[in-house]
Nanobody, 116 residues
Framework: QVQLVESGGGLVQPGGSLRLSCAASGIIFSVKAMGWYRQAPGKEREMVARIFSGGSTEYTDSVKGRFTISRDNAKNTVYLQMNSLKPEDTAVYYC??????????WGQGTQVTVSS
């Protein structure tokens, strides 16, 4: 059984920073990518950032230059460093584990609120 446990969300003022963490546990193999998605009220879930098994990354345009995804393979953990946060970044952020040939796994979500 694979589990993803997220941490690091919270309330931050515009321009501030937060770092999200997602620790994966269980029997994990054939990883295609790990990533972060977010869902704001009334909107569809969207991909924010992903890091592939080979180390390449991709970001949605709205966070390029502000967010950085990284990973610690030894800890099966992926991080999302979020800088210069804006009110439009407010959402529930979900960790995702994308495996080759198997269903995706999702974390429980962590709330990020950017407000003064």
């Amino acid at each position: 059984q694979v589990q993803l446990v997220e941490s690091g969300g919270g309330l931050v003022q515009p321009g501030g920073s937060l770092r999200l963490s997602c620790a994966a546990s269980g029997i994990i193999f054939s990883v295609k990518a790990m990533g972060w998605y977010r869902q704001a009220p009334g909107k569809e879930r969207e991909m924010v950032a992903r890091i592939f098994s080979g180390g390449s990354t991709e970001y949605t345009d709205s966070v390029k230059g502000r967010f950085t995804i990284s990973r610690d393979n030894a800890k099966n953990t992926v991080y999302l460093q979020m800088n210069s946060l804006k009110p439009e970044d407010t959402a529930v952020y979900y960790c995702n584990l994308d495996l080759w040939g198997r269903p995706n796994y999702w974390g429980q979500g962590t709330q990020v609120t950017v407000s003064s």
